[in-house]
């Protein structure tokens, strides 16, 4: 069995957020307890999942998507991962829809080998700034928002970009906090610097301290800064030591989410079952 390493968000290895990539010849998932121990033995934020569906249905490969400590209802770094698996070995052209946690999403490779994907936009409903949040941030929040159910973060505003990435949090605490973790995000200090926001995420509590780069988070973000920006097209920065670029078009009800990926590593996986 084959499984490949690719970094998404990334035009050049060893930069954006690593994932691992797991095609099935099989028509269905093996058990559960082998797919989470291969992702903790990966140990990356996400290993992703994914078997071909019969022709002719709303979908052409179910996909799922694991963590070192649990299954997460989406991923966006993954998803991007797996087209890009589909895409380079020739398994797949163009346009890919994968039935998932979250809904049938659909991915679409350019000419240039880029892949926008399309994903479920977040509905973002303001909330009070929970304590425990605060306190394990320790730095001032303009404003916190409650992501919805497929996202499941709370995002939270900061002062300015120096503050984001200024960002040493206390993780224990906020593993605590409830949800799946916590989005960092602020206004890009330099208008002309090649992006429009920054952002980073914290999910301790589903085992990964500092995910580098967060699709899923961007179905958030895209909706929250389109609005105070005024378009609907946007390029995010995320992470901390490790960065990567998303852009963003925000389209209703769903989120365009563009970003290229490099495989870094093609090896066997010998512990099949």
């Known amino acids: 069995?084959?499984?490949?390493?690719?970094?998404?968000?990334?035009?050049?290895?060893?930069a954006g957020n690593p994932a691992g990539v797991v095609l099935l010849d099989s028509d269905?998932?093996?058990?559960?307890?082998?797919?989470?121990?291969?992702?903790?033995?990966?140990n990356l934020s996400e290993t992703a999942y994914a078997h071909p569906?019969?022709?002719?249905?709303?979908?052409?490969?179910a996909l799922r998507w694991f963590t070192p400590g649990t299954e997460v209802n989406m991923c966006g770094h993954a998803t991007?991962?797996?087209?890009?698996?589909?895409?380079?070995?020739?398994?797949a052209t163009g346009t890919v829809r994968f039935r998932?946690?979250?809904?049938?999403?659909?991915?679409?490779?350019?000419?240039?080998?880029s892949i926008t994907m399309d994903f479920p936009t977040a509905p973002l409903t303001g909330v009070p700034v929970p304590p425990v949040v605060a306190g394990a941030l320790g730095t001032e929040i303009r404003s916190a928002h409650d992501t919805g159910p497929h996202v499941g973060d709370l995002l939270v505003e900061l002062a300015d970009e120096k503050s984001v990435r200024a960002l040493a949090p206390d993780l224990r605490a906020l593993a605590g906090h409830g949800g799946?973790?916590?989005?960092?995000?602020?206004r890009a200090e330099d208008p002309?610097?090649?992006?429009?926001?920054?952002?980073?995420?914290?999910?301790?509590?589903?085992?990964?301290?500092?995910?580098?780069?967060?699709?899923?988070?961007?179905?958030?973000l895209a909706p929250f800064w389109s609005a105070r920006l005024g378009r609907d097209a946007l390029v995010g920065l995320q992470g901390?030591?490790?960065t990567g670029f998303v852009r963003t078009e925000l389209r209703g009800d769903r989120t365009l989410l563009t970003g290229s990926a490099v495989t870094v590593i093609d090896g066997e996986l010998l512990a099949t079952g």
Not at 53 to 61: K, R, V
Not at 104 to 109: D, E, P, Q, R, Y
């Open 1 to 14: 069995m084959r499984i490949r390493i690719v970094d998404a968000f990334s035009a050049r290895p060893f």
């Open 28 to 42: 269905a998932f093996p058990d559960d307890g082998w797919l989470q121990q291969v992702a903790i033995e990966v």
């Open 53 to 61: 569906l019969p022709a002719g249905g709303d979908a052409d490969w």
């Open 80 to 91: 991007l991962a797996t087209a890009h698996v589909l895409h380079t070995t020739g398994t």
């Open 100 to 113: 998932t946690r979250s809904g049938v999403l659909i991915t679409t490779t350019g000419d240039d080998g």
């Open 180 to 186: 799946r973790g916590v989005i960092a995000t602020a």
């Open 192 to 220: 002309d610097g090649g992006y429009d926001f920054i952002s980073r995420c914290f999910f301790p509590a589903v085992g990964v301290d500092e995910d580098p780069v967060t699709g899923s988070a961007h179905t958030a």
């Open 240 to 242: 901390g030591t490790r």
